[in-house]
């Protein structure tokens, strides 16, 4: 069964500085997806960026990217210029290619708390 | 843009009482699914739903789950007698297609049992 670990439950950031939060993940499957999901106080859970783990480039949404180190399982996320608006839980998914046969379901990390310090 | 949506935000029930979950998921999309939370504790899959039937559900989706789809629009999660350890926070969430498509999740529904 595949895992996800998010082994920092909070980290905080200055106004406009970069912070990254990290990932690892088990799996024996080669093909998958990894995905960042941001839930603010508000509680929606919102998609902050996707990668399809046979694409070699890392994705990347405006202020956001990610590090996708598939020999090492890691999926890190960046966030530039952090905004006080991305206060918030960010979870780390992981979902199986159906291609291979695999689940379709999320399987989440903890979650790690980010707190941005104007 | 569109969202999922539940309903309500928040119930508190006794234990051994029936509750329903509302969710109305985005109007094109055709996979749903719901997750919980356990205060402190991961995102954990509980069912997944398509073309009216389960199409995968994990160990926790018990006899005491299920799920309808009673018209074009509403994904409900029925609870049939609430135990302690049902509390947790349950979310919907649908995509258009199964595979590629990124999953959309509703705001979540607090399920306090006393």
């Known amino acids: 069964a595949q895992t996800v670990t998010q082994s920092q439950p909070e980290m905080s950031v200055q106004e406009a500085e970069t912070v990254t939060l990290s990932c690892t993940y088990d799996?024996?499957?080669?093909?998958?997806?990894l995905f960042w999901y941001k839930q603010p106080p508000s509680r929606q859970m919102i998609l902050v960026i996707r990668q399809e783990a046979y694409k070699q480039q890392n994705a990347t949404e405006n202020r956001f990217s990610v590090n996708f180190q598939k020999a090492a399982k890691s999926f890190s996320l960046k966030i530039s210029d952090s905004q006080l608006g991305d206060a918030a839980m960010y979870f780390c998914a992981y979902r199986s290619s159906l291609t291979q046969g695999g689940s379709e379901k999320l399987v989440f990390g903890k979650g790690t708390k980010l707190t941005v310090n104007p | 843009e569109p969202e999922v949506t539940q309903t309500p935000s928040h119930q508190v029930t006794q234990m051994g009482q029936e509750v329903i979950l509302r969710c109305v998921p985005i109007?094109?999309?055709?996979?749903f699914y719901w997750y919980r939370q356990i205060l402190g504790q991961k995102v954990e899959f509980l069912v997944s739903f398509y073309n009216n039937e389960i199409s995968e559900k994990s160990e926790i989706f018990d006899d005491q789950f299920s799920v309808e789809r009673p018209d074009g629009s509403n994904f409900t999660l029925k609870i049939r007698s609430t135990k302690l350890e049902d509390s947790a926070m349950y979310f919907c969430?649908?995509?258009?297609?199964?595979?590629?498509?990124?999953?959309?999740f509703g705001p979540g529904t607090r399920l306090t049992v006393l």
């Open positions: 969430a649908s995509s258009a297609t199964s595979g590629r498509d990124t999953q959309y």
């Open positions: 799996t024996s499957e080669s093909d998958y997806y």
């Open positions: 109007s094109n999309h055709l996979y």
